[in-house]
């Protein structure tokens, strides 16, 4: 026989499929191994813009040439690119190329095909037999054709036997006419008939390739020196997570079942100073991988370490490593996670969800990737649904902002925004998980083959290599562990729930079988899911299963065992507590101490630690039912022939079986972690006494804690009911504040200039005032001071007792600062002499950045009640908040406090550490329910105050509405900003504001400012003299029960106010409208507000003015939008509270301090005074009518027309 380098010497050599994976290898191997070949010619077609010769120039650069080029640099000169495509008529070569070959070719590999499944068939048609046909026609002409091979697919086959013999298999179908129905046929009728065409065949590219294997079997045979190759598919498969407990099960199986596998490469990182390789011997030590070693010990040389780390950016893969993975890689198994439920949320979204779309990233750039199957987790999901599908949950949060978040969190603010980042999900395990899938949806679907797989909790091996086998104590393993050596007393599970839970050899046949079905089926419409659930399968309940294991366990007992093994079940969470404590944590630290008495190491309180941390972060799951829907976990393995069920098939099991597997995760243990024998103990009489004295001890506790119980419960409601009602002094508003000193933050605003003038005017002999001012604008205190005391609300005090104001102290400071920004000084000048709080300084802007509003509005509220804990004299602390703090619009607001959403603590960390604007990022998710940060953050100052207030000091919570100009005293009319009703009243009156998002139906809760502070004064008085109390009074400074108008109502009213008496500057006439419709109110607002706006300050920027009129509007625009949603939902405010605060004065004080309802009259009068103020102070215009007025009115009237 001719050896086989003779036959290669001077021989050249056509290609077909030079450029595919197949091809450069056989390209690379020819040159390197026959180095006396002649040329070997590739035919190449030009793609993306380049030509042949330069596709075959990028071929040479592959890591795969290598060692070719540094051994024969000069070998490849002999690759000659020849132009063609196989998809054309004639292999689309030129005449000359055509008639080159015919007279110079020796030897044909015809590797060229398409390899897509789902190819349409007259695509595959003409790639794939067609091209075989011309390629046989052309071999016929050649003058010097030594042989002809072809390649094909051991998967041509259509047949159902087990053993698929080397020869032809029947024709299924004419090639011949497959090709004139290619040529020649509607391709859309094609498509539609495709399925029942190849019947047999799982996809075009298997049908084909069969139908290709006739045509050069009818074509060359007996004529030329011809053979057929039909490679399986060697895969070659990457691994993530190899080394954890379903990783390693995975790499035994492939190994053991799938003998002909490729090599499988395992993403690998160095851990406690171990490298690579001794952690790849470390794990191939474990029994697990006994069997094989005894079956088939060369496949382990299969396994090929790679470098890597999925924390890190590019799973911290070497360049090399990568392009190798890019050019070898079949098959993904992205297994690798954190499956910690107590992960910091920035570690959790970088090994759960970078990694992901790291891998999708690197799966989108191999050459020859068939399938990418992730492993997710069932548990995924935050609705509260029982039965869940096998589809993709409703997205939370954005996978991308995740990635950014953990990328840039340089100061924990993810961990501080944990609870309501992750809202819905008890841990960050499962909701990162829910975000890889999405990651993965998006990256992947219509581009990889890709499948995902949702395991629920994964047991113990059932069957094989090795029963019993685990590699942690994770979940119902570590439960019976802990309950056999008798350390677990009591579990926090709902003993009724049935424990969905499948072995491990069971969930990595799915994910086996899921891998082959999608990377046959290819590219589908959408990704896959499995539940690898043991939903309508065989399930135990939990106390079942403890049930079963104590059995076990009293027969066969772990000889370290401390006490008898017996698990209790609880769903209550102080049940749960109480037994821990005195069950496992007291006979913990009892044991601890004779240890270290007698010299040992105590351990036991610590083990008992971990227990407890994992039971906490399990009981969600054992707690709650979910029915996981398994049809197509199901679908998987009904596919298997007779012959793959021996090593992929999966059977339900009965209760006797399941006991079994118990005893064999027993015996595992006992031998694997314990070190202990497996051998069944004789009869140890002093373990059964044990069993006596422990039901003897729990009986006589559980009768003593009944007992117990039951009289101190009726002994506590003797004593209560014995009690008599507090009794409260008439002491007079005046007499209470005598003396008292007064500090107030937000002297400066609204409510707070109006307190202070009337704590000097009602309260003459209250004692200082002590304002905290910061300096503004360059101006000092004093100066601030002076213009506070310059407006006309003091006027009436400056005639009646001007000394009062020199009561009024300034201190420095600023609410935006910590410490309040008080010098030592003064703040140890507040500690000693101050008496009554006032806190009611906050942002009122609704469009503060979150950081800004939780430092103004919350962390303020944190240092003043710090502050006031170290007072030697304090009597009261009144917090002024708002009746907007919920997001629960219900029909009556109770004046109590709401649930705490957020927790203010981690809000101010926050706020104090957030340089990169990472809270502005997740606002929206973060106050998830308020309309804006203001009423975000007032809830949390409200509960910041009871946490750090409640039962030390007497406290007042006072929830004004919506505070109007001041409607009796001293000043009527009085206002200092435009916000709110009054802001919309005189952008209506100028004819600027022409429409309003709101329902007009709705009634106004709004209270005049001097009735707010009435009650803020009495409140403070109230609670002052009964003292501390239990819970914290909430005040509603509401209007509800009194007169109110609608919306509407407050319109017409204003506009026939208007209309009597109009602003001398309006430019249009007033005339204000109300929609509900969000896109209704943006096209009137464009249109009767905008483009006037720009027209008039057109001609205001022509006649050289300055344009003002459009930022005016965006001005009324966003105030709008920021009020929108206190007008067009209805809210109702109880206040009963707020009423009594009225009812106990004596006559004397009901002039000073009384609050009587007014008629609808009355209240035309006011909204008249507030008008006359506004067009007075603020406007600077005189309330009577000028010469010019009415020709004025006439010519806005005229212009209001044409517009």
Avoid at 334 to 355: K, P, Y
Avoid at 721 to 745: A, G
Avoid at 811 to 828: A, C, F, H, P, V
């Amino acid at each position: 026989m001719c050896p086989v380098k003779d036959f290669y010497k001077d021989v050249n050599i056509l290609v077909t499929g030079g450029t595919g994976f197949l091809g450069k290898v056989l390209i690379e191997k020819l040159l390197r191994t026959f180095p006396d070949i002649a040329n070997i010619y590739v035919l190449v077609r030009s793609k993306k813009g380049n030509s042949p010769g330069e596709r075959i120039e990028h071929m040479l650069t592959d890591a795969l040439f290598d060692l070719l080029k540094s051994t024969s640099p000069l070998s490849t000169t002999k690759i000659v690119p020849i132009t063609g495509n196989i998809m054309e008529k004639h292999l689309g070569m030129s005449s000359e190329d055509r008639t080159f070959l015919i007279q110079n070719i020796d030897v044909i590999f015809h590797a060229a095909a398409s390899i897509k499944f789902d190819d349409p068939l007259t695509e595959a048609v003409l790639t794939n037999v067609r091209s075989a046909r011309e390629m046989a026609l052309l071999a016929l002409e050649m003058k010097r054709l030594k042989v002809f091979l072809h390649v094909s697919t051991a998967y041509s086959y259509s047949g159902k036997e087990k053993i698929v013999p080397e020869e032809f298999h029947p024709a299924q179908g004419n090639w011949r006419d497959a090709i004139h129905l290619a040529e020649h046929g509607d391709p859309n009728l094609i498509n539609t008939l495709t399925a029942k065409y190849i019947e047999g065949f799982p996809n075009t590219y298997t049908f084909t390739k069969h139908l290709a294997e006739h045509c050069v079997k009818d074509l060359l045979e007996s004529k030329i020196p011809a053979v057929i190759v039909r490679p399986t598919i060697d895969r070659n498969i990457f691994i993530t997570g190899g080394t954890g407990f379903i990783g390693k099960v995975l790499i035994e199986k492939l190994l053991r079942s799938c003998p002909n596998v490729g090599n499988i490469y395992l993403l690998i990182r160095g851990k406690k100073g171990k490298g690579l390789q001794e952690r790849l011997e470390e794990m191939l030590s474990g029994p697990l991988f006994d069997l094989l070693k005894e079956t088939n010990p060369k496949a382990l040389n299969k396994i090929v370490p790679i470098s890597g780390d999925i924390t890190k950016k590019g799973l911290g893969l070497s360049d090399e490593d990568r392009q190798v993975l890019i050019e070898r890689i079949n098959v993904i198994f992205n297994v690798a996670a954190s499956v910690r439920f107590d992960d910091c949320l920035e570690q959790a979204i970088l090994i759960n969800v970078r990694s992901a779309q790291e891998m999708a990233l690197l799966a989108l750039q191999m050459k020859s990737i068939k399938v990418f199957l992730h492993v997710s987790t069932a548990y995924c999901i935050n609705s509260t649904n029982t039965t869940v599908e096998e589809e993709f949950h409703p997205q939370s949060g954005n996978w991308r902002d995740a990635i950014y978040i953990a990328e840039n969190d340089n100061d924990g603010l993810s961990s501080a925004l944990l609870h309501k980042f992750i809202e819905g999900y008890p841990n960050t395990y499962t909701f990162t998980k829910q975000l890889a899938e999405h990651c993965i949806k998006d990256l992947l679907e219509f581009k990889i083959p890709t499948v995902i797989a949702r395991p629920t909790i994964v047991s113990n091996i059932i069957d094989e290599p090795l029963k019993g086998f685990t590699d942690n104590l994770n979940g119902p393993t570590g439960m019976a562990l802990a309950g056999g050596l008798g350390i677990l007393r009591m579990f926090r599970a709902d003993g009724s729930k049935p424990l969905d839970q499948v072995p491990v050899d069971i969930v990595v046949k799915a994910l086996i079988l899921s891998a082959l079905n999608i990377g046959v089926k290819g590219l589908t419409k959408n990704i896959p899911i499995i539940h690898v659930s043991s939903y309508g399968l065989t399930q135990i309940l939990a106390a079942d299963y403890m049930s079963i294991s104590r059995d076990l366990l009293r027969r066969s007992p772990f000889q370290r065992a401390i006490w008898v093994p017996n698990v209790g079940f609880t769903v209550c969470w102080y049940n749960y507590l109480i037994q821990v404590f005195l069950f496992q944590l007291l006979p913990a630290i009892f044991i601890d101490l004779l240890a270290k008495l007698s010299g040992h190491k105590p351990q036991l309180f610590k083990i008992q630690r971990k227990i407890f941390i994992a039971n906490v972060m399990l009981s969600h799951f054992l707690i709650n039912s979910w029915n996981f829907k398994n049809n197509n976990f199901i679908k998987t393995f009904e596919m298997l022939s007779e012959s793959d069920q021996l090593d992929f098939g999966f059977h339900d099991v009965d209760n006797s079986k399941l006991r079994d597997h118990f005893q064999d995760c027993i015996n595992f243990m006992k031998k694997e972690i314990l070190k202990e024998s497996t051998v069944k103990p004789a009869r140890n009489i002093i373990q059964e006494i044990i069993y006596v004295i422990d039901d003897a001890v729990k009986a006589i506790f559980y009768l003593t804690c009944f007992w117990t119980i039951f009289f101190k419960t009726r002994l506590n409601t003797y004593i209560y009911n014995c009690n008599s009602e507090h009794t409260f002094s008439n002491m007079v508003v005046n007499d209470w504040y005598k003396d008292s000193n007064v500090f107030i933050t937000g002297g400066t605003g609204f409510i707070g200039k109006v307190l202070i003038e009337k704590l000097l005017r009602s309260c003459p002999n209250v004692g200082n005032i002590y304002l905290l001012i910061r300096g503004k604008r360059g101006k000092g205190l004093q100066e601030r001071l002076d213009d506070l005391l310059s407006s006309p609300l003091f006027d009436l005090l400056k005639e009646t007792n001007p000394k009062a104001l020199n009561k009024i102290i300034p201190i420095s400071g600023d609410i935006t600062k910590k410490g309040l920004g008080l010098s030592d000084e003064d703040r140890q000048l507040l500690i000693q002499e101050i008496n009554v709080i006032f806190n009611a300084a906050a942002s009122v802007k609704f469009d503060d950045t979150l950081e800004k509003a939780i430092l103004i509005n919350v962390r303020s509220a944190q240092e003043m009640a710090l502050l006031a804990l170290q007072m030697k004299s304090i009597k009261v602390f009144s917090h002024v908040s708002t009746a907007y703090c919920t997001k629960y619009i219900s029909t009556a607001i109770q004046e109590d406090f709401h649930p705490q959403t957020g927790n203010w603590r981690d809000a101010i960390c926050i706020a104090e550490n957030d340089r990169d604007g990472l809270s502005n990022v997740l606002l929206h998710k973060y106050i998830e329910g308020y309309p804006n940060t203001y009423t975000f953050t007032k809830q949390l100052a409200e509960h910041c105050i009871k946490d750090l207030l409640e039962s030390k000091i007497p406290t007042v919570v006072v929830r004004p509405t919506i505070v109007s100009s001041i409607k009796d005293e001293p000043l009527k009319g009085f206002t200092d900003n435009l916000n709110g009703p009054i802001g919309i009243s005189v952008a209506g009156g100028l004819g600027i504001l022409r429409i309003i998002n709101a329902n007009d139906s709705n009634l106004m809760d709004q209270i005049p400012v001097d009735i707010v502070v009435k009650g803020l004064i009495l409140t403070a008085f109230n609670i002052g003299v009964k003292g501390t109390s239990e819970n914290i009074p909430v005040i509603h400074s509401s209007s509800n029960g009194f007169t109110q108008l609608s919306i509407r109502d407050y319109t017409a009213v204003g506009m026939d106010i208007i209309s009597k008496s109009p602003i001398q500057r309006a430019i249009w006439v007033p005339n204000v409208g109300y929609t509900q419709c969000w896109y209704n109110y943006l096209i009137q607002m464009f249109v009767f507000q905008l483009l006037p706006a720009i027209f008039i300050d057109l001609l205001l920027k022509l006649s050289g003015h300055k344009p003002q009129l459009f930022k005016i509007q965006r001005k009324i625009f966003i105030a709008n939008m920021m009020l929108s949603n206190f007008w067009r939902d209805s809210w109702i405010f109880k206040n009963d509270n707020f009423i009594k605060t009225f009812e106990n004065l004596s006559e004397y004080e009901q002039d000073d301090f009384g609050f009587h309802d007014v008629d609808n009259s009355k209240l035309w009068d006011y909204y008249k005074d507030s008008a006359d103020y506004v067009r007075r102070e603020i406007l600077k215009e005189s309330i009577t009518k000028s010469p010019n007025y009415t020709i004025r009115n006439m010519y806005v009237y005229f212009e209001t027309i044409i517009f």
